[in-house]
């Protein structure tokens, strides 16, 4: 299994919620982490310098109730696959906001989400088709309402979990089924086999900005 | 990675009765700490969604077979999560038997579609009419504690685990004893791999009725403290963190909590 290891923001906002908590002692153990990061960091940079071509991420954000617009090159709202299209929890968030972004993706009609694979690839093919330009940040809802036993589900959230994300599904389940807005950063590439166009994401990188 | 391996500083076991502030304390350590939440007691999440608890930063495990998928959901929380929390792990053992008692048992229940088949094994459970699957339980204990040695051997900086207690047969003395309610090994295995285990309980002083956790010495609890044992009224996370620091800048013990602390204690020691 993969260890996941904490970046220097992670512990520079471990260090500020320690410092609030008011624990010295852990504070004193953070400071040294931080200290130790940095150095790390320090000894790291020449070899990334060296790198070929690293593609820029796009940053995205949440609307807020304060009325400020995201830059979402896309929206997949996967209750929609979930229902096969047909939506049984409207009105959505998606709805809501749809008029704040570019698009708003929906399965087509009769489409079940056991003939979406993944989800990405799906919709990063659809938008491109529609926009003819790239596709590099997206906001993604997941309110998802059926049981674990539907395939759908499974697939969605392994994805999620593909997608760094692995507490989406119980967070909604135990909050509702409300819907959680994240941005999200994604950089992918585009190949051409056999004739045929497609779309291998990067890197993906989900921040949770607000419950909505 | 052995259980005996691990190296615990900032580890927390508290055991107690229900209603006597185990989750409520978990509750503390959230609005402490950003804290990543394992639990299997639905009752509990309402106690921590009211103080705050973030919903993102609660795992609930309600299926055994997703144990994997848990796992690598709480490693990846190691990045926003500074201290973990385990509450009611009794609960987490319940969730996984009955994983094992809705398991089909031999070849003839195997042949039965799935769904027909654990809708007429929970009937038959409910009805008493199922032979309990005891030879697979040790399987499953095997299972939960490298379950459990994997989340402890995650760099949290803070670990607390609730769970309820119970009461058994002291067999030198006769005497009933309060230790966890685990299940199997789990119940003398689990506290030996913590630095304070304490019990929760409520008391009554001066028709005050005072939530209470205790890691003082007893014979009779099942209590234990690295650091010199103690009374705390009112418990939080902060409290139990400041006992535990390397400076040791917690408040002194305060009249009331001696007090509770003497009738708690042993007999010999009230008299000392």
């Not at chain 1, 807020?64 to 929890?89: I, P, Y």
């Not at chain 2, 639905?42 to 919903?55: D, F, H, I, V």
């Not at chain 2, 995650?154 to 309060?178: A, Q």
Request: glycine residues 4%; hydrophobic residues 40%; negative net charge.
């Amino acid at each position: 299994m993969a260890k996941i290891e904490r970046t220097r923001q992670d512990i520079e906002a471990h260090l500020k919620a320690l410092k609030a908590a008011g624990l010295p002692d852990l504070v004193a153990e953070y400071e040294q982490l931080l200290a130790e990061k940095i150095e790390q960091e320090k000894l790291e940079k020449p070899a990334e310098a060296s790198k070929v071509e690293a593609r820029p991420a796009v940053s995205a954000s949440l609307p807020s109730s304060k009325g400020a617009v995201a830059h979402f090159d896309f929206v997949v709202d996967v209750a929609s696959f979930e229902s096969g299209g047909q939506r049984l929890d409207a009105p959505t968030i998606a709805d809501t906001y749809k008029g704040h972004f570019v698009d708003v993706i929906r399965p087509k009609s009769g489409e079940k989400m056991s003939q979406v694979w993944f989800i990405f690839e799906t919709v990063d093919e659809r938008v491109l088709q529609q926009k003819g330009k790239q596709v590099r940040s997206a906001l993604i809802f997941a309110p998802l309402k059926t049981s674990e036993k539907e395939s759908g589900a499974f697939r969605i959230k392994d994805t999620l979990v593909d997608l760094n994300l692995p507490y989406l599904l119980e967070g909604n389940r135990l909050t509702g089924d409300i819907p959680i807005g994240l941005s999200c950063q994604l950089t992918y590439e585009e190949y051409v086999d056999k004739g045929e166009r497609t779309i291998r994401l990067q890197s993906v990188k989900l921040d949770v900005q607000q419950a909505i | 990675m052995e259980l005996s391996q691990i190296e615990f500083d900032r580890n927390v076991m508290v055991m107690g009765a229900s209603g006597t502030g185990k989750t409520h304390l978990i509750g503390t350590l959230c609005q402490l700490l950003p804290t990543l939440v394992i639990t299997s007691d639905k009752n509990g999440l309402e106690t921590l969604l009211n103080m705050n608890a973030s919903p993102q930063n609660i795992v609930l495990i309600e299926d055994w077979r997703r144990c994997w998928d848990y796992l690598q959901n709480i490693e990846k929380s190691l990045r926003q999560c500074l201290a973990l929390a385990i509450d009611d792990f009794g609960s987490v053992q319940t969730a996984a038997k009955r994983k094992i008692e809705l398991m089909p048992a031999n070849w003839k229940e195997e042949r039965i579609p799935l769904l027909e088949f654990t809708i007429e094994a929970r009937r038959r459970l409910l009805l008493g009419e199922r032979q309990m699957q005891l030879r697979q339980w040790g399987k499953l204990w095997t299972a939960i504690e490298s379950f459990l040695i994997e989340i402890l051997s995650l760099p949290f900086k803070v670990r607390l685990l609730t769970t309820l207690e119970t009461t058994v047969n002291d067999p030198r003395t006769g005497d009933e004893v309060i230790v966890p309610a685990l299940v199997g090994q789990a119940r003398t295995s689990i506290p030996a791999k913590f630095s304070l285990v304490a019990e929760a309980f409520v008391s009554e002083i001066d028709s005050q009725r005072l939530f209470c956790l205790s890691s003082e010495p007893h014979p009779r609890v099942e209590t234990k403290d690295r650091y010199a044992g103690r009374v705390w009224i009112n418990p939080t996370a902060k409290r139990l963190l400041q006992h535990m620091s390397k400076d040791k800048q917690e408040e002194v013990e305060s009249e009331i909590e001696r007090r509770v602390g003497f009738s708690f204690a042993p007999k010999e020691r009230v008299q000392e």
